[in-house]
């Protein structure tokens, strides 16, 4: 059974009835689920997973102490702490994993400051820049059992993806960065012979076109470590996981670098499809450092389309 299932199944068998017998003045304001950091609150979580960090568990969600004082809130925290220590062969900790807590009795506004900075997920165009995308994958990630109040839902809502016109931003500087060191950097370290820097190149081009494939598709990208994983799940694009996989697994010598431009060349053409499909570039043409300036031409507020094209990464 998978996380999110063992957190539902923990909820339903001991939260819940401890709130409704226990706290049933306060079902109103108070929501429960469990997402933010853990393999287990993206559906990833598997034998590996359990090494660290995993237990049954889940977030009780509370508004502001105007809503639910401080006392209040430390006696929910002391019925928590007394649910069963154990459950599905799983045990809870004592002690807070490393990142700061992730079960229990939180704040609505101290859980959703922690992913994107703004506690009511109202952000300005330059904080949805500068915001890493997992962060707010973690806001919105994993399963809400319950939301009497309605907060965490409605932030979770405006916080579901980009604005369009930072989703532009982002695309363009990712497709400049994999013009660079793909398309134009990439030989020139071969030819340098410069097998190292060549690899570096490499890197950035898949990191880059990581990030493209999961713009074009709208969904935020997850974690480095999942990254992979989560792009072979995409609608669109999914095969190109296999090919940066196999950019950044094979070497760099002179029998292989052929064979790889042309799988890095193969690459952009085929997001230069999706760019042309979605009417978001006007560039007729191989080069995806022309598709980067047209993409960023497109980005209707005036003030985000003229800073530096690379902003957003």
């Given at each position: 059974?998978?996380?999110?299932?063992?957190s539902?199944?923990?909820?339903?068998?001991?939260g819940?009835?401890?709130?409704?017998?226990?706290?049933?003045?306060?079902m109103?304001y108070l929501?429960?689920?469990l997402?933010?950091?853990?393999?287990?609150?993206?559906?990833?979580?598997?034998d590996v997973s359990?090494?660290?960090?995993?237990?049954?568990?889940?977030?009780?969600?509370?508004?502001?102490?105007d809503?639910v004082?401080?006392?209040?809130?430390?006696k929910?925290?002391?019925?928590?702490?007394?649910?069963?220590k154990?459950?599905?062969?799983?045990?809870?900790s004592?002690?807070?994993?490393?990142?700061?807590?992730?079960r229990g009795?939180?704040?609505t506004?101290e859980f959703?400051?922690?992913?994107?900075?703004?506690?009511?997920?109202?952000?300005?165009y330059?904080?949805?820049?500068?915001?890493?995308?997992?962060?707010?994958?973690?806001?919105?990630?994993?399963?809400?059992?319950?939301?009497?109040?309605?907060?965490?839902?409605?932030?979770?809502?405006?916080?579901s993806?980009?604005?369009?016109?930072?989703?532009?931003?982002?695309?363009?500087?990712n497709?400049?960065?994999?013009?660079q060191?793909?398309?134009?950097n990439?030989?020139?370290?071969?030819s340098?012979?410069?097998?190292?820097?060549?690899?570096l190149?490499?890197a950035?081009?898949?990191?880059?076109?990581?990030?493209?494939a999961?713009?074009?598709?709208?969904?935020?990208?997850?974690?480095?470590k999942?990254s992979?994983?989560?792009?072979?799940?995409?609608?669109?694009?999914?095969i190109e996981?296999e090919?940066?996989?196999?950019?950044?697994?094979?070497?760099?010598?002179?029998?292989?670098?052929?064979?790889?431009?042309?799988?890095?060349e193969?690459?952009?053409a085929?997001?230069i499809d999706v760019l042309?499909?979605?009417?978001?570039?006007?560039?007729?043409?191989?080069?995806?450092?022309?598709?980067?300036y047209?993409?960023n031409?497109g980005?209707?507020?005036?003030?985000l389309r003229?800073?530096?094209?690379?902003?957003?990464?």
């Amino acid at each position: 059974m998978k996380g999110l299932e063992i957190s539902k199944a923990f909820f339903e068998e001991y939260g819940r009835p401890m709130l409704m017998e226990q706290f049933p003045e306060l079902m109103p304001y108070l929501a429960a689920g469990l997402c933010g950091s853990g393999s287990e609150c993206l559906g990833y979580d598997d034998d590996v997973s359990t090494d660290h960090d995993y237990e049954p568990g889940f977030v009780i969600f509370l508004p502001g102490e105007d809503m639910v004082d401080r006392q209040t809130a430390f006696k929910l925290e002391r019925a928590y702490a007394k649910l069963p220590k154990e459950f599905m062969g799983l045990k809870r900790s004592l002690m807070q994993p490393v990142g700061g807590a992730r079960r229990g009795v939180i704040r609505t506004e101290e859980f959703f400051s922690e992913k994107c900075g703004r506690g009511d997920g109202v952000l300005s165009y330059d904080e949805w820049a500068r915001t890493p995308e997992y962060a707010l994958l973690e806001a919105v990630n994993g399963k809400i059992f319950f939301d009497n109040y309605g907060e965490v839902t409605a932030i979770r809502e405006r916080l579901s993806y980009l604005p369009e016109d930072v989703r532009k931003k982002k695309l363009a500087g990712n497709l400049l960065l994999m013009a660079q060191s793909g398309q134009y950097n990439y030989m020139r370290c071969i030819s340098h012979g410069e097998e190292g820097a060549a690899q570096l190149a490499v890197a950035e081009y898949v990191k880059a076109a990581m990030s493209v494939a999961f713009l074009l598709n709208k969904k935020y990208q997850p974690f480095y470590k999942w990254s992979f994983r989560a792009m072979r799940e995409l609608e669109r694009l999914s095969i190109e996981a296999e090919l940066l996989e196999y950019l950044i697994t094979t070497p760099n010598d002179s029998e292989m670098a052929e064979e790889k431009y042309r799988v890095i060349e193969g690459i952009a053409a085929d997001y230069i499809d999706v760019l042309i499909d979605e009417g978001i570039t006007k560039a007729i043409c191989g080069d995806l450092e022309k598709h980067a300036y047209s993409v960023n031409d497109g980005i209707e507020e005036s003030e985000l389309r003229n800073m530096h094209i690379l902003s957003a990464i």
